[in-house]
């Protein structure tokens, strides 16, 4: 079972339609996000881990959320993006204040907080480990 030249010729004119489709949907979610459009803010901060294509678009909603300072797990999201260098040159720095919000705000929410307990002692380690790191402790 082969694919005839014909064939193979129209799978991949599908495959760079569906690429630009994939491109032009993004572009008009970041233009309803550009108009305070919540839930295409979310989905282009999802494309973090899934879409390593669109890392630095992820990145930079995810900055845009994260200084609205209301959500624990958008602030380690950012963090983890710093750190790992997920959508710009790695900054463990950053990373590090990033993180020490999120504990802060998860601290201020208590219940309320979007970060589990687990959650919440995995970003503390985080914070020991580059503070050791960075020679801090």
């Known amino acids: 079972m082969g694919f005839s030249l014909k064939q193979l010729g129209a799978t991949c004119k599908n495959w760079l339609d569906w690429s630009a489709r994939r491109k032009a949907y993004y572009c008009?979610?970041?233009e309803k996000a550009k108009q305070g459009d919540k839930q295409a803010i979310y989905k282009l901060i999802s494309?973090?881990?899934?879409f390593p294509?669109?890392?630095p678009l992820a990145l930079?909603?995810?900055?845009?959320q994260?200084?609205?300072?209301k959500d624990c797990l958008i602030l380690v999201?950012?963090?983890?993006m710093l750190e790992g260098g997920y959508g710009a040159v790695a900054d463990?720095?950053?990373a590090l204040t990033w993180y020490e919000r999120a504990l802060s705000l998860h601290i201020l929410q208590g219940k309320h907080s979007s970060l589990s307990v687990e959650?919440?002692?995995?970003v503390q380690n985080r914070i020991q480990a580059l503070r050791q790191k960075m020679g801090w402790n």
Do not use: I, R, S, V
């Open 28 to 30: 008009a979610l970041e």
């Open 47 to 50: 494309l973090y881990p899934a």
């Open 53 to 55: 294509k669109y890392y």
């Open 60 to 64: 930079q909603w995810t900055k845009y």
């Open 66 to 69: 994260a200084h609205q300072g």
């Open 77 to 80: 999201q950012l963090a983890q």
């Open 92 to 94: 463990e720095k950053q």
């Open 119 to 122: 959650q919440a002692n995995l």
